[in-house]
């Protein structure tokens, strides 16, 4: 049985949080300073042509009580693709994952890793009754977000309000019985994690979480019509 009960959730030193991080030299120096007093490990994905991974490695160097490691790629892993390099690379019991953006505070992330002593997944969302979004989307954006969930619901199957909030963590055993067989590399890989965890039996609960939209949104159109695009693939193939 594992060490995890921490205030009744689970141990920080337990956990791996990892943050792709694709060009993000204009924020990453600020969320840096927002993660620094997580007691776990901090796993960034550096997969893109700016400065992200120098000012990583800057701040490690700076801060060596710190547990942080850059893991740097000369291409494009795509959303989904940094998020399973930095899973697959994780050997703590529970590992999770966030935007650079800043919009999930640390302190949401740790709420969530606490729901990991009694499932198997926590995901935050922002269409739940106790969710709390400071700053909200603009209007569009949330109507794309419902008819998103809507199409979620009906080709999958998956009950979830939100499938696209950049705030989840997992047990390592759950996610170790599925990575293999993820295919998505884009913004629709959230979706397929939670259906092969759920068609693997695995408990995931969705819990409300406190959000801040930030206006730098890294989903443009064309990654929009590329997430149907790999839904409906990963769906009918």
């Not at 992200?52 to 693709?81: M, Q, W, Y």
Request: a neutral charge; charged letters at 25%; hydrophobic letters at 40%.
């Amino acid at each position: 049985m594992l060490d995890d009960t921490h205030a009744g959730g689970v141990n920080p030193a337990d956990c791996t949080l990892v943050i792709p991080a694709y060009n993000e030299e204009r924020r990453i120096r600020s969320l840096l300073k927002d993660v620094s007093d997580f007691g776990g490990e901090l796993v960034f994905v550096c997969d893109g042509t700016d400065a992200t991974a120098e000012i990583v490695n800057a701040f490690a160097d700076a801060h060596p009580s710190l547990s942080i490691r850059c893991l740097t790629f000369p291409a494009r892993l795509g959303k989904g693709g940094g998020v399973v390099a930095g899973m697959t690379a994780a050997a703590t019991p529970f590992v999770g994952y966030m935007d650079a953006d800043g919009s999930t505070a640390l302190s949401e992330m740790e709420r969530l890793f606490d729901h990991l002593a009694t499932a198997d997944g926590a995901i935050g969302s922002r269409w739940v009754p106790g969710s709390v979004l400071t700053v909200r989307q603009g209007f569009r954006r949330r109507v794309e977000s419902r008819l998103f969930n809507l199409m979620v619901r009906a080709l999958f199957g998956l009950g979830y309000r939100d499938t696209q909030c950049g705030a989840k963590v997992f047990r390592k055993d759950a996610l170790d019985a599925v990575l293999s067989s993820l295919r998505s590399t884009g913004f629709e890989f959230d979706v397929e994690l939670l259906w092969r965890l759920r068609r693997n039996g695995y408990r995931v609960d969705e819990v409300p979480i406190t959000w801040e939209n930030r206006d730098e949104s890294k989903v443009a159109t064309s990654d929009a019509k590329a997430m149907l695009r790999g839904m409906f693939r990963l769906r009918f193939r």
